[in-house]
């Protein structure tokens, strides 16, 4: 049933990964993009993780913005990953990795902020996602949230993630 799952996410998103900058679709996520931009608030020599990466281009407008970011994106999606690679002007500050959100192959507190972009809502189990997200935050470290909710919200919210690491926080509901 989950192995069914990842497999019908994973051809799912290798399909669509050849045309996904190009379909309309495409201009929302710049645009929800360059908006989270404007709340980041990071350090200059930063360690950052992007879950559910896609085509990289969250990370690669990061790097730009952030000329000493270091920055892993991971995806379940090889082929979502072979155009993240093919488009990376920032090598080897940025890496792109295969891998599922749910189990994350890194250190404790190996990453300054976790990012997730319009992922989140794919995720089977996203009480996992967060445990594994917060294990891999340094202490004080950011996880920015963006996802699409029907909620009106028009401020996006901080909230804390983790009763251990209080001061992880989630930015959330960014809507434009
Ligand atoms: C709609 S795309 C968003 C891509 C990118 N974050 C952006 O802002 O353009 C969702 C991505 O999440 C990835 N994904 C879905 N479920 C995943 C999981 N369990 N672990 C890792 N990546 C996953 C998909 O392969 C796809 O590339």
């Known amino acids: 049933m989950t192995f069914g799952f990842f497999s019908n996410k994973k051809l799912l998103f290798d399909r669509w990964a050849s045309s996904y900058d190009w379909l309309f679709p495409s201009v929302f996520y710049r645009a929800i993009h360059k908006r989270l931009l404007e709340y980041i608030n990071l350090p ?10 896609g085509t990289g281009r969250l990370l690669e407008r990061l790097a730009s913005e952030f000329t000493a970011l270091k920055g892993i994106g991971l995806d379940l999606s090889t082929n979502m990953l072979r155009m993240a690679r093919l488009s990376n002007h920032h090598h ?22 976790v990012f997730s972009t319009i992922s989140f809502l794919h995720y089977l189990e996203p009480q996992q996602v967060f445990n594994e997200i917060a294990r891999v935050l340094s202490p004080g470290g950011y996880f920015y949230l963006v996802d ?8 996006p919210q901080i909230l804390p993630i983790s009763p251990v690491e209080l001061d992880s926080t989630a930015l959330i509901n960014v809507s434009f």
């Open 44 to 53: 200059k020599q930063v360690n950052v993780l992007d879950i559910g990466c």
């Open 92 to 113: 080897p500050r940025l890496i792109f990795v295969e891998g599922k959100a749910e189990s994350l192959a890194f250190a404790d507190g190996q990453f300054d902020a």
């Open 148 to 155: 699409i909710t029907s909620k009106k919200d028009t401020e």
